[in-house]
């Protein structure tokens, strides 16, 4: 009686375990993936980021990044998966033809450059990656 018990907790033990490892891989559903990109804004891909308000869509992370210059020196790097149903095959953000907000046109979540959610059924903001500007280079990454 006394083994079985014992068995009992080391496997109620080890589900927990693994429950919380399972959460270190999967964040607000989207999978976790290594961003580690450099791209330079004198090219001719990236030349709308040399204005604020600028954005350029770089195929990296998830489902891509979408790149928005906020300011002078100041970059922010959105994941194009959407936070509402990430699992789906239309859970893709793209910058709305206005250039005003984003969008999830699967779901018709809107968000604002900030990854914020503003309308629509998602709830939770898109992830941000890290951006280091350095002369013309800039860095997209997830590393801290």
């Known amino acids: 009686m006394v083994r079985t018990i014992k068995y009992f907790y080391l496997l109620f033990f080890g589900l927990l375990v693994f429950q919380a490892c399972d959460d270190q891989t999967i964040e607000d559903g989207i999978p976790i993936v290594i961003v ?16 604020i308000g600028g954005f350029a869509y770089l195929n990296a992370g998830v489902r891509g990044i ?7 020196n100041q970059f922010i790097a959105i994941e194009r998966n959407c936070t509402f149903q990430p699992l789906s095959e ?35 903001p898109l992830r941000q990656y890290r951006t280091i500007l350095n002369d013309n280079l800039l860095t997209i990454t997830n590393e801290f």
Do not use: H, K, M, W
Not at 36 to 51: H, K, P, R, S, W
Not at 66 to 72: D, E, N, P, T
């Open 90 to 124: 239309c859970a893709d953000v793209s910058v709305d033809n206005s250039s005003l907000f984003l969008i999830d046109s699967c779901c018709n979540s809107t968000f604002d450059f900030n990854g914020f959610p503003t309308g629509g059924p998602a709830t939770l």
């Open 66 to 72: 979408i790149i928005y210059r906020q300011s002078l």
């Open 36 to 51: 580690n990109e450099t791209i330079n804004l004198n090219n001719y891909q990236y030349q709308a980021l040399n204005l």
